[in-house]
């Protein structure tokens, strides 16, 4: 987000407490993010388990003897 020059602090100690703040905005942010890609990740690969063994669990329930 860009502020406009009327929004940036005139003092040193103040600029710099912004840019702290936007760093760990930022942070919190990339956290959440590599989070959800996480999460996404673990439910694509459960997905592709539970296609993988779908067809077994088929053929169990038509011929129970073959487990």
């Known amino acids: ?6 929004d940036l602090p ?3 100690v103040s600029a710099l407490a912004a840019l702290q703040a936007e760093r760990e905005a930022r942070l919190r942010a990339e956290a959440m993010a590599a989070s959800a890609q ?3 990740s673990n439910n ?3 997905v592709a388990h539970l296609e993988r063994i779908r067809p077994r669990a088929a053929v169990l ?3 129970p003897i073959c487990s």
């Open 44 to 46: 694509e690969a459960l």
């Open 38 to 40: 996480a999460e996404l």
């Open 10 to 12: 005139s003092d040193l």
């Open 61 to 63: 329930r038509v011929f």
């Open 1 to 6: 987000m860009i502020s406009k020059p009327d």
